[in-house]
Each structure stands twice: as C-alpha cells, then as structure tokens.
C-alpha cells in the first residue's frame, strides 16, 4: 500500500547514480511521483534509461530533466515542467544532491602526492563555485520552488554531507566548505521555513561507494579504513540513505527539523 498519495511529488537533484537514484526508487516505491534533474553526457545514458524505466515502473508521474541544475535555466525548465505536470502545491520532497565539487588542494604537495594530485592548487573561483553547487545551492532551490508555490502544505528538504565537514582530507578544502556551507543554510531553512510547513535535515552518510566518493584521491583507502571500522563490517549503500530519507518524508516525523542525523551504521562512533 502506498505511504504517500500518488498526487504527491518527489524532487530529486543529482539522481542518475549513488544517493539520489537510491532515493528516487524508493519514494517512487513508496508511491509518490518523481521528478529527477541530473547532468550526463550521452555515452552515460543507456545505464541511465535502464534505471529509469525501473521507477517509471512504479506507475506514478514521472520527469526527468538532463540539464545544469545551478543555473536559472536549468531550475526555471524544471520547476515549470513541474508546474505543467500538476505538482504546484505537492512538492512533498526535495533532495539535493548534486556533487559537483573542486577536489584541488590548499598547499603544494610533495614527494609521490604529486602523482596524485598535481602541481595546480584551488583557486577563489574553484572554490566559490564547489560552495555554491554543493552548499548553498540548496537555498536556491527551495527559494525558487517556494516562489513558484510548489511545496506541499507538509514538505521536507533533504541535504547530505560527510564526515568531511569536521576531518581534513587533502584535496578536500572546497567541498568540505561547502558542506558545512550547506548544514548553515538547512538550519536557517528549518527555522525560516517552517512557518510554511517546510522541515530541513541534513544526512551524513557513512562512507559509501559512489562515482562522487571514488572521485576523491585515495578513495580506495578510505573505503577499506572504513570498512574496517564499521560495526558492521562494511560501507553504507546508497540504500541504506534512501531508506531513512524516505522514513523522515512520513507524517510521524513531522517534529524532526533542522538537525543532522548521521546514517553510517555506528561508523562515526566506533572511532
């Protein structure tokens, strides 16, 4: 039996691969409709399609949008393909998750780093635009979907961050600002929203295995250090994500509001 009414609509940014595809299958499982905004190259879309066709299955609303999701364009094509789908006041869910980060280093690196990670160092720019696409971005959005009076009368937003927003990881300045850039703003939307019935949290996941992750220089080290460390012998799944996203989207956690709730199998904690 469906947990959402099917008149009710997911928005999910970044949702060809790892955290948001998990979660577009599962609110679409749970039987709301779906609207997913993702940017790939064309070699990457016969994957992409087959993962589709498994949500369209579902038998709900459906859009997906192949577009930049940080420019006005890109938010003003998907929010009135939105609009023309009948969404306008059934935005129940909007997930942010767009990884589109700069992953250079503060500092010349020495000695066999410079394999890894090369002479060039972030600069303002670099880092400004990974703030913005990975952080606040996600005011963005809700501004423009508030706007355009999409929300539901019960709506929730969802950002994710990493242990990477309190640990420094070389190469790992700019996103780490722009996660902690993205836990401010959630905050300040759970309290300024909330008057419209809008609720904020941020997930932080464990360490997980997705293209963003694998991106990360000594990605393959991180893994197997956190997989020796979890309590449970191995690494958060997309699924595990999707799973609480879609458990704090229910009515009964209607109370749960701008907070960070860490998804990682007790991986923090184990030290």
Not at 231 to 251: H, K, N, W, Y
Request: include cysteine.
């Amino acid at each position: 039996m469906p947990l959402f009414p099917t008149d009710q609509w997911a928005l999910v940014l970044g949702a060809s691969s790892g955290f948001g595809l998990a979660t577009a299958k599962k609110l679409a499982s749970q039987g709301l409709s779906v609207c997913l905004v993702h940017r790939d190259r064309r070699g990457s879309m016969e994957r992409i399609e087959k993962e589709f066709e498994q949500i369209r299955g579902f038998g709900h609303g459906f859009l997906a949008f192949n577009l930049d999701a940080l420019s006005p364009e890109g938010i003003a094509e998907t929010l009135g393909g939105l609009k023309s789908a009948g969404a306008t006041g059934k935005l129940r869910v909007l997930l942010h998750s767009i990884a589109f980060g700069n992953l250079k280093p503060i500092a010349p690196v020495q000695g066999a780093l410079k394999a890894v990670y090369g002479e060039a160092l972030i600069e303002d720019e670099d880092m400004a635009r990974t703030v913005f696409s990975m952080g606040t971005s996600l005011l963005t959005w809700v501004q423009a979907a508030y706007r355009a009076e999409l929300f539901a009368a019960d709506a929730r937003v969802f950002g994710l961050t990493s242990e990477g927003n309190e640990v420094a990881w070389r190469g790992y300045a700019a996103v780490s600002a722009a996660k902690t850039a993205l836990e401010a703003v959630s905050r300040s939307i759970a309290v300024e929203f909330a008057p419209y019935g809008i609720r904020s949290n941020i997930i932080q996941a464990g360490v997980t295995d997705t293209p963003a992750l694998n991106a990360i220089p000594g990605a393959d080290s991180m893994k197997e250090f956190a997989k020796s460390r979890n309590p449970f012998g191995r690494l958060t799944r997309p699924e595990d994500v999707a799973a609480v996203i879609a458990l704090l989207s229910q009515d009964d956690a209607a109370w749960v509001n701008g907070t960070i709730i860490r998804v990682d199998g007790g991986e923090r904690v184990a030290g």
